[in-house]
């Protein structure tokens, strides 16, 4: 009766494959040789005939063949100081650039990304005007500057400020689909009506407010040019 080996690895077995091979056994006669010395670790029917087809095509290593272009699939410090330093050159890069670039799997550089460097990508916000330096400064002063009034005199210095801002108005009023509803008869065609160009016959209108309603609202006339002065 043959002893059951408890341990043993793939390549032990496939060298054995290749003998018995070699010996004229084929794939069944194999396996039965097999089986009752490695127990439930032994090479199915399937694999053990794959094995000896290679074996018939010349194949003699039983060493598995590196795999090109494989990727690195182990988190270090270094492949997460690799990903940290090429984010931070640029924010925009995708989770493929960082693959072409640090040569890491792609379940490794999410992992990474997320777990590790806890960077999510988000959208750039919309402001309504890029202000440079100075013009920041002095925003904040002047903010700072009505905070310390508001301190001193409260409701009193509300009431002084004025608000302005410019808007477009368009020169028609559009009608709504509920508006343009109409009785016909059955034979009767169904009512069309013309799409009417928002940027068409459009004026500036200015509006100034304080903090109990609308002052002032001015229409620009057609045609003038309205400057700093």
């Not at 693959?99 to 379940?107: L, M, N, P, W």
């Not at 028609?172 to 160009?197: I, L, N």
């Amino acid at each position: 009766m043959a002893t059951l080996l408890l341990k043993s690895s793939r390549n032990e077995q496939r060298a054995v494959i290749h003998f018995l091979w070699e010996k004229g056994l084929n794939a069944n006669e194999i396996h039965s040789e097999m089986r009752p010395v490695y127990g439930d670790k032994c090479f199915t029917r399937p694999a053990i005939h794959v094995w000896c087809t290679k074996f018939a095509r010349s194949r003699e290593s039983i060493v598995d063949k590196e795999r090109p272009g494989r990727h690195v699939a182990a988190t270090t410090d270094a492949t997460i100081g690799a990903v940290d330093a090429f984010v931070q050159s640029d924010r925009r890069v995708s989770i493929s650039d960082i693959v072409r670039h640090t040569g890491i799997s792609r379940d490794s550089v999410h992992r990474i990304v997320r777990n590790h460097l806890k960077f999510r990508k988000v959208s750039a916000r919309l402001v309504l005007k890029q202000l440079k330096p100075e013009q920041q400064a002095m925003r904040m002063m002047t903010s700072l500057d009505d905070l310390q009034r508001y301190e001193t005199e409260w409701e009193a210095m509300l009431e002084r400020i004025v608000m302005g801002d410019e808007t477009w108005v368009h020169h028609y009023q559009p009608e709504t689909k509920q508006a343009s509803r109409q009785w016909k008869h059955k034979e009767s065609p169904t009512p069309t009506k013309f799409k009417v160009v928002p940027s068409v016959s459009k004026v500036v209108a200015t509006v100034f407010w304080d903090m109990r309603g609308v002052l002032l609202v001015e229409f620009q006339e057609h045609g003038r040019t309205v400057n700093v002065s």
